[in-house]
Nanobody, 123 residues
């Protein structure tokens, strides 16, 4: 059974940092894109960042470019999201996802999802 388990969420003041981690298990993820998405209360799920299996290609939403960094460790089947200079508008439930997709920014194509971790940024 495939499982994606996020951790690292919490409450932080604006300007602070958090590091989210996602541990994947239940299958090999060779060739899989790993992505982070978020969903704020009352809003649709949106793309945040994604990384290809090799790690060579990374993708970011414009709203997080320069503040967030995605990385992965294939030996441990983990993907991380380092979030710096957090803003109140970053408040959301953050999800990691995995798929062998050619459209890494589209949440509708991802097959596997975690349960999410809450990130709250206070002003």
């Amino acid at each position: 059974q495939v499982q994606l388990v996020e951790s690292g969420g919490g409450l932080v003041q604006a300007g602070g940092s958090l590091r989210l981690s996602c541990a994947a298990s239940g299958r090999t993820f060779t060739g899989y894109v790993l992505g982070w998405f978020r969903q704020a209360s009352g809003k649709e799920r949106e793309f945040v960042a994604a990384i290809t299996y090799s790690g060579v290609n990374t993708y970011y939403a414009d709203s997080v470019k320069g503040r967030f960094t995605i990385s992965r460790d294939n030996s441990r089947n983990t993907v991380c999201l380092q979030m710096n200079t957090l803003k109140p508008e970053d408040t959301a439930v953050y999800y990691c996802a995995a798929d062998r997709t050619l459209r890494p920014t589209d949440p509708n194509v991802y097959q596997y999802w975690g349960q999410g971790t809450q990130v709250t940024v206070s002003s």
